[in-house]
């Protein structure tokens, strides 16, 4: 009878890789709070000692599966698609919008850790399309990192809304709720507010998003217009 594997090839033939995309697979299926060491060594199947070789934690386990998600985004873009700088952005930001939107509980994680590698190589890609640009590089750091956040925040959000649900409650019907809520303001005190109330309810997630990114790429454009104009 051969000898058992020992501890040590068992974490040798587990990548780290292989972890984290696991970690991904029960994230999507059970949300953050429904991730735990038991059901992602069940579906490894292996030891928690061999998952503790390449994680330390949960904490640290589910911010390597976000900035995974962000680097699968990044991947589906190269090659880098045809178009100008602003063409290119607007692609990339869609890009990884879709993919926080469908792992919904990566973006918060990426919005509290600006220095994992993926999310690195993000602001490297929205950094390399400003500099395409005739955009003055004093301008660089504050317009990419609020294209950054702009891009993170609002998934955040999204995402948020959809951690508050109730079982067997729709995104519809949260929004519904949220509505009638702020058609029974005093229109008076808030008339704005209570006009746009239906709005609301049966607004598109993305087609906010990309309303968002228009009117920061407008002003970007705006931005080299005037510095080149003065």
Known sequence: MP?????????????????????????????????TFKLLTERLQTGAGAVYWHVANKDELVLMAADHVIGAALAALSP????????????????????LDQHGWAAPHVIAVHTMPHTMGLLERIGG???ETRLPAGRHFTVATA????????????????????????????????????AALDPRAFPFVTRIAADLARHDDREQFLTGLNLLLDGLRAQVAAEHDS
């Open 3 to 35: 000898p058992p594997k020992s501890r040590t090839r068992r974490t040798d033939a587990l990548s780290r890789e292989v972890v984290v995309r696991a970690a991904v697979e029960l994230l999507d299926e059970h949300g953050e709070r429904g991730l």
């Open 129 to 131: 399309l400003l500099a």
């Open 147 to 182: 294209i950054l956040i702009y891009l993170t925040s609002v998934t955040a959000q999204d995402a948020g809304r959809a951690s508050a649900v109730e079982p067997g409650v729709s995104r519809d019907g949260v929004l519904e709720h949220e509505a009638r809520q702020w």
């Open 80 to 99: 880098e698609p045809d178009g100008d700088a602003e063409a290119r952005m607007r692609a990339l930001a869609l890009a990884v919008y879709d993919t």
